[in-house]
């Protein structure tokens, strides 16, 4: 098989399986590694790691010049089992997966409430501290210097 053939093997089913993960998933991203960071904890460590099997060879495909897939038959086969185990998922109702890196994160009341405590305290304390070291400037000055 010459290398174009090999190559476009390869896209396609990398492509499928971008497809099927960011329909299925709805995630969003810039690559299939991306993809598959939003959606490892779905599914076990060796699944994973299939999935970045596939997604370092695709990628070493095309940035690679003189790269060359030693069995494409067991990619083939990898990315079909791949491809049908993403179909068989069932994700449950409303799943969103929020990108990596995302800062979007869901607040109740109470931890806004907490949070703001919690600031509240940090600052009293710091204006005790600083209490505390103007008290001691003020009694210790004469102390220390009137000699």
């Known amino acids: 098989m010459s290398n174009k053939e090999e190559l476009a093997q390869i896209i396609h089913y990398t492509r499928e399986i971008e497809t099927i993960i960011k329909s299925k998933f709805k995630v969003d991203g810039n690559g299939l590694h991306q993809y598959i960071d939003s959606i490892q904890k779905h599914f076990d460590e060796t699944f994973i790691k299939d999935l970045r099997y596939l997604a370092t060879m695709r990628n070493k495909s ?24 993403l179909n068989e998922y069932k994700p449950t109702p409303k799943m969103r997966v929020p990108p990596v890196g995302s800062r979007n994160i ?14 509240n305290i940090s600052k009293l304390i710091a204006f005790l501290i600083a209490v505390a070291i103007l008290i001691l400037f003020v009694f210790l000055k004469p102390m220390l210097f009137d000699r």
């Open 62 to 85: 095309m940035h690679e010049h003189d790269f060359k897939l030693n069995n494409l038959k067991s990619y083939e086969n990898l990315a079909i089992k791949t491809i049908k185990k």
């Open 106 to 119: 869901v607040r109740t009341n109470s931890n806004r409430r907490n949070n703001s405590n919690d600031r």
